[in-house]
């Protein structure tokens, strides 16, 4: 680190010398001495650039200052950066042949995705951003965040997925529900999906006004991927244990066609967690058609399917008892594995674009249709025992923790009953059904079945040579239709749809007996619409460059139900209120180099944004309640950021601040809480969060051959109000002097202002070294570092019904401002080492490229905690004092582990 310090200083002080317009020429070859075309050719810090021919050459003319650096970059090719002197005794410059190796770093990407998607969590997918987002970069702290932090759940300035907004031929591809894009609707199609643009943060993109995490944008047209055939076959023990690919494009005809198609295949048994299995298919094809040079159309079908098995987050009593691999969620069926947690996805998507590229101005413009089904199945029960395995009451801390004093001689007894059968009970749980007619378990599927109309279209305008003018408008229809359905009676003739807990119909018009296939326990649905405008005017020099956005948007939102539920007979049926949400945003920013070797850019946004749907109804399962004056999100944030570019040295350094003002949160739990148990739907209003640090990303070329790294994380994420909470009972068991109007209970402010947030690790280092050899070969290895990770934090336990006692509705006596922030402290999670190793190696035989390409993530099996939340069950301050006197909590945070060490190996040849 001593040496980066000196060779900065010392070539930092260097004085520029004179300007000198120069003429840069040179070639452009593979490792096999192949012309490369296409390769963008630049001077860094400057708008000077240019492509290679079909023959690999170039030729740029440029004001050579002292040493510049010139920059070329192609997708699938490791980016080049070579030095260049001015030139003393000539106005030309001819530089050598210039060779560009193959990245094929992209294979790991698939299985990374997948991991970081959130799927092996829980219900709220709400783990790090996905590595997909950022797979278009080459910022070595950006690559470092998506391959190396992102298997801890690490999050780009602690920012949920939500606010990268991700495009596909420059359509929005983001859900209405939750604002993220779902990577499993082309997941496993690596090869078509190369070809990306990628603007981090607040930067300028020309395709739309973006998210604040950044925004990529996916070109799928066959004439910008390279034609021939690629068939690969990787084998990991992570999410899938296998996977076969195969990809072939054609080359532009004398009619102008070109097509792409690409099928995969991934599966496994079980993955790297027990008893989550992978079941995937993925197909892609596409036309496109080259009217004239500057008129194209292209039509794309995507069908990605994707079923696998889910894990639980578990207590550390569990983890002790069974280790870190375990997952309660499935059991063994006629010798095989069953989960009764799965999910399913297909939703096959079709698109047609048209691009026009004239000489000062381009449009595109695309229709999108998308429709399919995402499911989750579950096991439920009805007046018999809970099945699942890790049940408090089964578990030894139950008979220990309990207020009549310690049983250890029953605890032992579960423990050994736990060790004995930690799976789920398949035969049992039949043998309960075929003793009565009447289900009491059954499994079913939550459905969600969607359809999607998406228009629009962008514009870019070239005003003069210096000035660029960006409009867009795009238009989204989406109904979704949301569903219970009976999936498997487990031998029971029928289920009763009663809800068990208040002994009330869920739909009153409907058959009262349901069988498999029916729909059951809830049927309504959403429609959702939004119209998105945006401009942008940019300004680039030599010297400096500059841009501002605004963004206009209109969103609306409409429940509909289709049981009418004996709860709520008055608010459950029919069409609710409609929600209109308007909506305008902010957005600038501009870079200054000082000189071809520092550059300084700072960005500025202030924007507003509607609720998600999941944040906007409070219950839309049973009935129209909306979240009490709901309103639309302002998020205000600034980045200032240095850039070094030395001959062999970059670095980036970025300061950023966000704050999130007016945030709403739905959350669905049981809790036993001062004013009443029962299952309540907990609403968060005026939800501020604070992110603010400084991210470092440097790399050191020490030899042709050696290339050194350091990337570093400080960040702090805290919630920064004391937002309103308040909660709505299913059922009764409230103080009815409590309840207001609208049938929820205000407990005023939760005391959480200063808290982490549960946003993955939110100091993360790593130290790279990388070796590539002449012959076509590397190796690179990287030591992680990664700390302070907190817990999701249970909201209701900070509200001042926690100091109530159910029984008598006075304080406990014994809920000293002491013990309270005693027993609600807020603890890190593990800080950890991590140690990644990848290689690989490439061929070129009777032309035929071939390359293998191996990784090994967490060589040395640590285990670690990723994430996690604290349970809300015991609401109020005498039980969860008594559930706090022993070690293991009957109600401890659940937490999610780490994968420990794990492999990926690929191979694949193109002809």
Known sequence: MVFFIRAFLVLFSLSLVGQNAQTITGKVVDGFGNPIPDVLVGIEATNSSTFTDSLGDFQLSAQVKSVIILNLSKQDYITQRIPIEPSTTSSFIALETIV??????????????????????????????????????????????????????????????????????????????????????????????????????????????????????????????????????????????????????????????????????????????????????????????????????????????????????????????????????????????????????????????????????????????????????????????????????????????NSIGADFTNANLAREGFRANPQINWQQLYTANQNQEKAAYLV?????????????????????????????????????????????????????????????????????????????????????????AFAQLSYNTDRWNAFTAVNYARTQYQREGIFQNQRYLDNSLGKGRLLQFNTLGLKTGGTYSLSGRHAIRAHFAYLQRPPLSQNTFINPRENNDIVQNVQSETVTSVDLNYFLRLPDLTARVTGFYTRFQNGTDVNFFFVDAGVGSDFVQEVLTQLDQLHKGVELGLEYQASATVKLSFVGNLGSYVFASNPNVSINFDTAGAEEDLINLEGSIDLGAANIKGLRLAQGPQQAYALGVEYRDPKYWWIAGTANYLTDNYANISTITRTQSFFLNPETGAR????????????????????????????????????????????????????????????????????????????????????????????????????
Do not use: C
């Not at 061929?843 to 967490?858: E, M, P, T, V």
């Open 812 to 911: 406990f006596p014994e809920a000293t401002p002491d013990n309270v922030a005693k027993l609600l402290q807020q603890r890190p999670l593990d800080s950890f080492y991590l140690l990644n190793l990848v290689g690989g190696k490439s061929w070129l035989k009777d032309g035929r490229y071939i390359s293998i390409f191996a990784s090994i993530n967490n060589l040395f099996d640590t285990s670690f905690r990723t994430g996690g939340f604290e349970q809300s069950r015991n609401g109020n301050f005498g039980q969860l004092q008594q559930d706090n006197l022993r070690n293991d909590p009957s109600f401890a945070p659940r937490y999610w582990y780490g994968f420990g060490r794990t492999f990926f190996l690929n191979f694949a040849i193109s002809f």
């Open 100 to 401: 560009l190796e193959k990245d094929i770093t992209f294979e790991k990407t698939d299985n990374l995705i997948t991991l970081t998607d959130g799927d092996l969590s829980d219900d709220s997918e709400s783990t790090s951003v996905s590595a997909g987002l950022l797979q278009a970069t080459r910022d070595v702290f950006l690559n470092r965040a998506a391959f190396d932090f992102g298997q801890a759940f690490f999050r780009v300035k602690g920012y949920d997925s939500r606010n990268g907004q991700v495009l596909i031929n420059g359509m929005r591809m983001n859900k209405f529900f939750d604002g993220r894009p779902q990577w499993n609707n082309w997941g496993g199609l690596n090869d078509v999906i190369r070809n990306q643009e990628f603007s981090n943060g607040l930067e300028a993109s020309s395709y739309g006004f973006g998210g604040i995490l950044g925004t990529t944008n996916i070109d799928l047209r066959p004439s910008g991927l390279r034609s021939g055939t690629r068939i690969s076959s990787s084998f990991s023990n992570r999410t899938y244990a296998a996977r076969l690919m195969a990809t072939h494009t054609s080359a532009l005809s004398k009619q102008g066609l070109a097509y792409t198609l690409s099928a995969s295949r991934r599966w496994a048994n079980q993955g790297y967690i027990n008893g989550t299995l992978y079941d995937a298919y993925s197909l892609y094809g596409s036309l496109e058609y080259q009217l004239t040079d500057a008129h194209t159309l292209n039509a794309t079908a995507i069908l990605a399917r994707n079923r696998r098995g889910r894990s639980s987050a578990v207590t550390e009593e569990v983890v002790a008892l069974a280790g870190k691999r375990y997952n309660p969620s499935w059991g063994r069926q006629e010798g095989g594995i069953r989960n009764a947690r799965e999910r399913e996805v297909f939703e096959p998507l079709f698109m047609v674009n048209h691009f026009f590229k004239g000489d000062t101005w381009s449009i595109t413009s695309g229709m999108a249709y998308q429709f399919g089904q995402n499911s989750r199945s579950r096991l439920g029960y009805f007046n018999a025992p809970n099945p699942d395995p890790t049940y408090f009451r089964y578990l030894p801390s139950f008979y220990i923790n």
């Open 444 to 532: 079913s599927d939550d459905v969600n079945q969607d359809k999607l109309l998406h228009i629009n279209s962008t514009a870019n305008l070239t005003i003069s040579p210096k000035t660029q003018l960006d409009l867009g408008v795009a238009y989204r229809s989406l109904l979704s239709k949301n569903f219970a359905e009976i999936k498997d009676l487990l031998g029971a003739q029928f289920h009763e749809d009663i809800d068990p807990f208040s002994d009330t119909r869920n739909d009153i018009s409907g058959s009262l007996n349901k069988l498999e296939g029916d729909t059951f326990n809830y049927h309504y649905n959403l429609r959702a619409s939004d119209v998105d």
